[in-house]
């Protein structure tokens, strides 16, 4: 499966952002999707995640109540909007689908990425 992250520019704290994830080459419901972002000189961390029928999301806790992730599967895409947005939330933001049922944070367990799409926040 081939994903295709878009979305990204550069805004200002508090401002959002809809970042899309468009999968294809197989259908995007055999995957458990994930969001991930990674800064100068850190390790890709893991934002937010959804299960294959999209019943269940988890969310890392510098996110929670701000980010959320959706996925609509018939349209092989899967979303991260971003709400009051925060310097700290600066970075490369990548899709990745894991093909394993069961549900890891962890990026080393995903599968497929795709390239990133960057997101400035400005104080």
């Known amino acids: 499966v081939q994903l295709q992250a878009s979305g990204g520019g550069l805004v200002q704290a508090g401002d959002s952002l809809r970042l899309s994830c468009a999968a294809s080459?197989?259908?995007?419901?055999?995957?458990?999707m994930g969001w991930f972002r990674q800064s100068p000189g850190k390790e890709r961390e893991f934002v937010a995640g959804m299960s294959r029928s999209g019943d269940s999301t988890y969310s890392a806790d510098s996110v929670k109540g701000r980010f959320a992730i959706f996925r609509d599967n018939a349209k092989n895409t899967g979303y991260l909007q971003m709400n009051s947005l925060k310097p700290e939330d600066t970075g490369v933001y990548y899709c990745a689908a894991k093909t394993s049922i069961n549900w890891n944070g962890n990026p080393k367990f995903y599968d497929y990425w795709g390239r990133g799409t960057q997101v400035t926040v400005s104080s």
């Open positions: 080459g197989r259908s995007f419901s055999s995957f458990i």
